[in-house]
Every structure is written in C-alpha cells, then in structure tokens.
C-alpha cells in the first residue's frame, strides 16, 4: 500500500498497520511484556499509549523481542486498526502520550498477511564501543565502554568465519528458547571511526544474546587476549562454556529489519542517530 505515514484520513477498522519504532532501552526490562508487577516494559509502555487513542486495549507484535537496556532504531510493529483512525493520528497522537525514550517515526497500512516478525527477512543490529583510557562521561547507556585497545581489523577479519548458515550454540544463551541454534548471517563488520569501534552484524534471525555473544568474543580478539582463529573454534567446537563473556547491552542498537519490497514500507534511514554515518560505505571510518 501506498499511503502516506502521515496520511489525516480515517483508515477503516480492521486495517493492519505497521510502524517504525525508536527507543531507548536503558530504562526499560526489554521489549516484551511480562507478568511481574513493576516491571517497566517498552512493549507495555506502546500499548498503553496506542490503546489511548483506539479507546480500546490492543496487542502489537513486533520484529524481536530486545533485552533489557537494548536499545532499537528500527523495531518494526504491527497491530489491527479496532477503530477508524488515521496515520496520522498514530504517529502524533501515539507520541503524545508515549515517554520522549519511546518515539513512533511512521504508521502505514499494510495488506491482512504483513506480520513484524515473520515477514521479516533479516535483522540488522550495530554494536557501538567507546574505546577510550578513561570511561566517557556523555551518552552513559548510549555506548559500551573498552579500555583495552581495539585492533579492530583483527576483529573483522575474525568474524568473517562466522558468515554463512551455521549452527551458533557457542554463541547463544543458556536460556535460549528456540528451537533451533541454526542461524544465516548474512554479513558482519567491524570497523573503526576514531574513538568508536562498530560492530554490524546482520542475519535471518537472532539467538537469545548472540549479537552480545559474538562483540564479548571479538573484544577479546581486539584486545590481544585471544587468537584470530579463535572465533571459528568457538564456532566450530559449539561450547558456550569456553568462549568468552556476554557483552554489555550498552551500546547495542536493533537498526534495520529487512522485508520483501512489495509490502512498500518506508525504507530506514541508517542509525542510530549518534553515528550520523552509514558504517558501510563511509570513507572516514
């Protein structure tokens, strides 16, 4: 569908809908709703605001679920309309009422069989170090910090054993849920732009903390305390009890989720915001 995210006219109800979400996640328990009392959710947090407007309650899926203090430039919903509103009235009226870490960027109707999660193709996250002596004082839960210098070539190079469709048990979380430690990355990269050290890794889908797996195994690489060749043993030997520590959320950014180009969604300018550069193709890094 064609319509404008910004769009002032009535929608019928019924109509599923699909947005483009910005949060941080440094003040929320992740992405997903749970049962505890207390617990702040971004999940929650969006459907409390969006129920506002539809003067309903309603449930959004989402493309993946984010851990705690996991920040998203790019998580992509969907929900059914239970009333006539507008694009429009999503985006702002869904802004309005939402706290300035969680911001709706579009809203557009997509056909009955779009869903977040399982239309997506791929997803894109970038790891974001501050590899300074000193810890930075700006952008506290923006960035994870490295004291150690980075040779981050040696982590790139590192990681390129880990491209291609391979079974990433050493790299998953003990309290993984899927099925299945089966996963297809489709490319990672790890380059340096002056103080920051960006990990970009993008894949058909993720283990619970495999991203932040993969960045603890390459900072070792970076900093001397492990071989190259090491990455492609944990990968090979399939043991979580041998590689390295799960990296911090800090710094960890959801930036892109990739859907075949018939469902017409607007294309994501490249983030987080902070980088102001896309880390594919910029000279400068």
Request: aromatic share 8%; glycine share 8%; with cysteine.
């Amino acid at each position: 569908m064609a319509e404008s995210p910004f769009s002032p006219e009535p929608l019928p109800a019924g109509t599923r809908i699909a947005c483009r979400v910005e949060y941080d996640g440094s003040s929320y328990n992740g992405w997903q709703s749970q049962p505890h009392v207390g617990v702040v959710t971004v999940q929650d947090q969006l459907e409390l605001a969006l129920a506002e407007i539809a003067n309903t309650p309603l449930r959004v899926q989402c493309a993946g679920r984010t851990d705690t203090g996991v920040h998203a430039h790019s998580q992509i919903i969907h929900f059914d309309n239970p009333v006539a509103r507008s694009c429009k009235a999503w985006v702002l009226g869904g802004n309005a009422r939402l706290p300035y870490t969680i911001r709706i960027h579009w809203a557009v109707p997509v056909v009955e069989e779009f869903h977040a999660r399982f239309s997506a193709q791929s997803r894109r996250y970038r790891y974001v170090i501050a590899n300074t002596r000193i810890r930075p004082a700006l952008m506290q839960g923006q960035l994870t910090w490295h004291r150690r210098k980075l040779n981050a070539d040696a982590m790139h190079a590192a990681a390129q054993a880990l491209i291609g469709e391979w079974d990433f048990s050493a790299f998953r979380a003990a309290s993984c849920q899927s099925r299945t430690p089966m996963r297809n990355v489709q490319f990672i990269d790890v380059r340096r732009r002056g103080d920051l050290v960006i990990l970009e890794v993008q894949a058909n889908a993720f283990l619970h903390h495999m991203v932040r797996n993969i960045a603890g195994a390459l900072l070792a690489v970076g900093d001397g305390r492990k071989p190259q060749q090491w990455i492609a043993k944990l990968l090979e030997g399939r043991d979580r009890t041998v590689a390295a520590e799960t990296a911090p959320a800090n710094g960890l950014y959801l930036v892109d989720v990739e859907y075949p180009a018939h469902y017409g969604l607007p294309v994501t300018p490249y983030g987080p915001i902070l980088l102001g550069i896309n880390p594919q193709t910029d000279a400068g890094i």
